[in-house]
């Protein structure tokens, strides 16, 4: 919590910056909804999320703390406001920790009077102090890119599929049923096993999955969480085994309806799972008031097992035109903390037991990477030098960050940045090993 203080400059004549308290809720959704909602997104969605925010938050999340906003002392009224969701994610197995701005908005007419600029350096302070090591947010181009953020990752293309004129019938012995608070064990042991995978995604674990389980039905972002079962051949009714999870959009948009996380115990056969989910989202949508839906988007990244079993009925992918902008206000930090994925790429490389440093110039500062023995033992930030010896890699601090988060390859950098170099044979190796491409996941907390 901060207590009010006056917004300085010109812009600020009459306004207070604070955190947000619980009188504020009912206001503060009624803005919400006023601000950001659109002829795709209902208002009313948008309210029963900030509402949610309040009254059944994400794990780590307090209103309190974690929600600011601008208040007109002239006429009491709330102007501006946006808050910060905690998150964890994996990366490639090791968790991170990440914060996630949302519902960033302000009224028209208090609009460019650096508003939402007082209001990030809060939540940025807020940041630092829960010890969040980056920070990311999906949005309108160019407009973050103001407060120290960049687009460094893509949401990937994926593709539509579609049933046609009949509906898809499911194999035999399969069925889903909406998630209860009872299935919030097995959830989250299938979230931290896909976790495992050399991805980069939000990790939620028993907390997580408990609000997500129990979240308002209306929230904008609630998504529909479903439990697979499958029936062995004869049994009788109730003998159900749960297999799987499943989570897809709550509405139909565009005809179509988002099918964001399929996944299985071990040791399951994909082809038939898949089918039945399908066929399941399928009549979901085809009789959703905001359909009918003629088709499902897999957000899955390419090379998940459900998109494997999915080789036919698919139009071509669909590419967004949105990212996510990143922030990583500590490079070193964030290596050391994402260490072990780095020694375990190099441990099945050709720089296996790889000694010293590797130089990475990115202008504004330069980062030695320090080895021994295969294991990365240091990370520090040096000033940049005019020294005329290149570094093993040079490029600006945007892109680094696609190298970083795996959303491109060291190639493709060197391809987009003109001013990207390869310094040494060191660099280009290692470069390519401790960061190749990374698939990304879809399923957000916001």
Known sequence: MIDPRPLPGPGGAGLILRTAQP?????????????????????????????????????????????VVVEDTASGQLVSSLCLIPQTWSYAGVPTSVGQPELVGTHPDYRRRGLVRAQF?????????????WQIIGGIPWYYRQFGYSYALDLPPSPVWR??????????????????????????????????????????????MTYEVTRRPGALPTGRILVLEQSPPGAPDGAAEPIGCVVHSSRVRQGRVNLWIVELVAGRSWLEPTAAVLAHVATWGA?????????????????????????????????????????VPDLPEFLRTVAPTLDARVEASPAIGVCGNLTIDLFTERLEVRFDAGRLVGVERVPPTDDEVPSDLQMPHEAFLHLLLGNRSLPEVADGYADCAVGSDRGGLLGEVLFPRMPLTAWTVG
């Open 23 to 67: 009188g504020d809720a009912a206001e503060l959704a009624e803005f919400n909804a006023s601000v950001h909602a659109d002829d795709s997104i209902p208002g009313d969605a948008i309210a029963e999320w900030t509402l949610e925010l309040f009254e059944i938050p994400p794990p780590g999340f307090r209103a309190e703390d974690d929600i």
């Open 121 to 133: 350096e809060v939540i940025h302070a807020r940041s630092a102090q829960l010890r969040q090591q």
């Open 163 to 208: 049933w046609g004129k009949a509906r898809p019938e499911p194999p035999a012995g399969f069925s889903l049923r909406p998630a209860v608070e009872a299935d919030i064990p097995f959830l989250a042991r299938l979230d931290e096993a896909a976790a495992a995978r050399p991805w980069l995604c939000c990790l939620r674990g028993v907390g997580g």
């Open 287 to 327: 009789d959703h008031p905001d359909g009918p839906a003629t088709g499902i988007t897999l957000l899955m990244p390419d090379g998940h097992p459900a998109r494997r079993c999915v080789s036919t009925h698919l139009e071509r992918p669909i590419s967004s035109p949105f990212g996510l902008y990143v922030r």
